[in-house]
């Protein structure tokens, strides 16, 4: 019997490391039905955060009739009417890359958990990372709240420290976070290489338009939208190795608790939550 009980607790410790599609479908009953919609929204959230800000951008083109040459993303949010249609968008699409965000974070430190190889540093690192993302759509909200051409200097000033925070601050999670996903071994080098590429791709346009400034528009453009798909794809990441279970403890204010998991035998199995 305590044979039987050790086996089905390794089961169900070994199924939590497999790729979320090589995992075997166990029931249909109602705590199955939840966790699949749990994981359906952890794919969902970054596809809709990238889905949300290339649309603003798209909207801004069409709808004003330019070009990424001819103006730069802070005085076309300006010009747009109505302004709300577009913040509405923003405030989505900042709100699912925060999730994303966050999530992601709870994975990397389940990896490390897993591995038992945890570490101050990489915990600094992967906490630092996240604040960084965080803050940058922070500040992409901020220059669209406050138009570039307001007639209020410190209206003006508000809208310049967002730009700054924005694009200072994805540069720097793209760059850690290209560290933080060298360091898990679980992942193909064909992902590794995508998500160095674009942070890597993102930063350098970034630095060209801070230096070109009015003379390199389609720079900053480029930047937006580069850093909107380096977020959506990380579905990628969260298939390979999904850490649900914890994220949903997380948002569902659950950790510490015990979970009574059951294997495909009809075993039981508790497992502390860290």
């Known amino acids: 019997m305590g044979k039987q009980q050790k086996d089905n607790t390794n089961t169900g410790s070994n199924r939590r490391d497999e790729p979320f599609l090589n995992q075997p479908n166990v029931g249909t009953n109602k705590g199955g039905k939840c966790s699949a919609c749990g994981r359906l929204l952890l794919l969902l959230f970054p596809i809709l955060g990238c889905a949300c800000i290339i649309g603003v951008e798209y909207l801004l083109l069409t709808r004003l009739g330019l070009t990424v040459y001819e103006t730069s993303v802070s005085q076309a949010l300006a010009d747009y009417e109505p302004n709300l249609e577009i913040l509405v968008m923003i405030f989505f699409g900042a709100t699912f890359i925060t999730i994303t965000t966050i999530c992601r974070d709870i994975q990397i430190n389940v990896y490390h958990r897993r591995k038992r190889s945890e570490s101050c540093s990489m915990k600094t690192l992967n906490f630092i990372a996240a604040l960084a993302n965080i803050s940058a759509y922070v500040g992409f909200c901020l220059l669209a709240l406050f138009p570039t051409d307001a007639e209020s200097e410190s209206v003006r000033n508000i809208h310049q420290v967002g730009s700054y925070i924005y694009f200072a ?79 949903r403890d997380f948002f569902c204010c659950r950790r510490g608790q015990k979970r009574v998991r059951r294997s495909s035998q009809g075993g039981r199995s508790e497992q502390e939550l860290v």
């Open 169 to 247: 601050l994805s540069g720097l999670y793209g760059v850690l976070h290209t560290l933080l996903l060298c360091k898990q071994e679980q992942y193909p080098l064909a992902s590794k290489i995508v998500f160095t590429i674009l942070p890597l791709g993102t930063v350098a346009c970034s630095i060209i338009y801070a230096v070109k400034q009015d003379e390199g528009y389609e720079y900053e453009w480029i930047t937006v939208a580069l850093y909107a798909i380096f977020v959506g794809l990380m579905p990628i990441l969260f298939l390979v190795d999904p850490a649900d279970d914890e994220i």
